[in-house]
């Protein structure tokens, strides 16, 4: 059992910055990878970046160049670092951990980024 919980969204304005951060509790020694998807009202849910067990980092080209992704193991947090934030950026952030052995997908609950323009 894996709970994630995402934290750090908010009201930001054109050109600002957000750090999220996923806090995960429990079986974390069976996730393989985390993520970070957004999904926008009206609009399916969209992969934004991906951090592997090795460290090697993957964006979507949307957000390639002004977020970045990263983990602290030790506290069992990953992040979600957005820079120069634009209003098509606005959206739920969801967490995303795969599990190793099954490839289960774990969720968190999500945090609202909006940015005004």
């Known amino acids: 059992q894996v709970q994630l919980v995402e934290s750090g969204g908010g009201l930001v304005q054109t050109g600002g910055s957000l750090r999220l951060s996923c806090a995960a509790s429990g079986s974390t020694f069976s996730i393989t990878s985390h993520n970070w998807y957004r999904q926008a009202p009206g609009k399916q849910r969209e992969f934004v970046a991906s951090?592997?067990?090795?460290?090697?980092?993957n964006y979507a080209d949307s957000v390639k160049g002004r977020f970045t992704i990263s983990r602290d193991n030790a506290k069992n947090t990953m992040y979600l670092q957005m820079n120069s934030l634009k209003p098509e950026d606005s959206a739920a952030y969801y967490c995303n951990a795969v599990g190793v052995i099954t490839g289960q997908s774990y969720w968190g609950q999500g945090t609202q980024v909006t940015v005004a323009s």
């Open positions: 951090i592997s067990r090795t460290g090697s980092t």
